[in-house]
């Protein structure tokens, strides 16, 4: 049998185990190589244990290190890194600004798969794939999403 390349390597930070099961899970079928973390500090020591990662996807409200806090040590290392901030806070994210940097993007919890994996793509490669035969959007844990993001 032929081995399948991924299509990108994901790294997903959530201190919710469930969130990041579901993410590690939907990315992992849409063709992503899927490596995840259940904290900020966990996800900085993957990073400089692994292989370059293509996107981070980041939930904003963790304890210790919030998600955006990582995101700009992330900008840090390499300004052109793609982050997904997936959250349930927006709000929270965006303070007083409104405004994302260029290659970060926004989602909102709840989400479907589908979404979740279009909202991947969209910052990966600036257009969607479609979804997966496997993914449907009455599969969802999390609901439909709203989103907001900057995609340049």
Known sequence: MAQVTP??????????????SFVARAL???????????????GLRLIGARPRFDVFVLDVMMPGMMGDEL????????????????TGFAERLFGDSASLDTNEAVL??????IRLCEAVSLL????????????DDNDSVFGTPQRRESLH
């Open 71 to 86: 995101g700009r040590v992330l900008r840090a290392r390499d300004p052109d890194a793609k982050i997904l901030y997936f």
């Open 7 to 20: 299509l990108a390597r994901v790294l997903v930070v959530d201190d919710d185990e469930a969130v990041r």
């Open 28 to 42: 992992h079928e849409a063709g992503y190589e899927v490596v995840s973390a259940s904290s900020s500090r966990e």
């Open 108 to 113: 909102d919890k709840p989400v479907t798969m």
């Open 124 to 135: 990966l490669f600036g257009h969607t794939r479609g979804g997966s035969a496997a993914h």
